[in-house]
């Protein structure tokens, strides 16, 4: 049905003139809107981008307070281990992960679990780099006094060094949800009938030469990353103008 609506329309390559500027039509929208796929391909995307973002920045949040403020044993291997993956190219970590998790009894390939799995893995390093260099920026001092007052390690962590992190990651959360948004390598390894991803789809339809549906959809991919960014620097500006 998509290969019929979308040859009707426009050809992919032509002179620019004003005939050709006549068969403009936005049925290309229309058709996204319809479609139950680039639906359910979308609101995957959106969810894999926020869950994946939101799990980095913890993650790396805690790691990068071992590496920066403890003594403890073994801490600046727990920094090279996170930033290991910066090495790895997308396409084998997520062949790496498809071979463990179809070994391992655990039902996730196939779900949007093994995909959250290989973006937290592969933009760790980007979160551990914004934490660790907002980290080293906050006195220890801040923290003694807290514990001198009888505070725990977690209300220390949530109440003092979170709120002096956010600006940090905020920047560091937006950028791995941005690429965990437009990223193919990985997904288009580890996608399910039910998990596919919006960057899969256009690429799958890049393939079958539908080109109208490659457009409107990597336009509504500009759109919600555009919106996205807005209203979180908007955000950022509140938290910067707060300190």
């Known amino acids: 049905t998509l290969t019929l609506l979308y040859s009707s329309f426009m050809p992919y390559f032509s002179v620019p003139s004003i005939a050709m500027l006549q068969k403009a039509t936005l049925k290309n929208y229309q058709t996204l809107w ?41 801490r600046q291997l727990l920094d090279m281990l996170a930033f290991a993956p910066i090495g790895v190219p997308s396409l084998v970590l997520a062949t790496a992960l498809m071979w463990l998790y179809l070994q391992v009894p655990l039902p996730i390939y196939g779900t ?3 995909i959250i799995i290989a973006y937290v893995t592969h933009y760790m390093p980007n979160g551990m780099r914004t934490c660790v260099s907002c980290m080293v920026q906050i006195h220890q001092e801040l923290e003694e006094a807290a514990q001198m007052s009888g ?32 990223e193919v390598s990985a997904s288009v390894v580890l996608v399910g009938i039910k998990s596919n991803l919006l960057p899969v789809l256009i690429f799958d339809y890049w393939s ?22 807005s209203i979180l620097y908007a955000m950022g500006g509140s938290l910067t103008r707060q300190k």
């Open 112 to 114: 949007l679990w093994i």
């Open 34 to 74: 319809e479609s139950a796929a680039i639906k359910m391909a979308f609101f995957n995307s959106v969810f894999v981008s926020l869950m994946s973002a939101t799990l980095t920045i913890g993650m790396t949040a805690i790691i990068s307070w071992i590496t920066v403020r403890t003594r403890v044993k073994g």
């Open 208 to 229: 079958e030469n539908m080109y109208g549906a490659v457009a409107s959809s990597s336009i509504v991919l500009i759109v919600f990353a555009t919106t996205l960014v």
């Open 151 to 182: 505070a725990g390690w977690w209300t220390t962590f949530s109440k003092i060094v979170v709120p002096l992190l956010k600006p940090g990651m905020l920047a560091g959360w937006v950028y791995i949800a941005l690429m965990s948004m437009r």
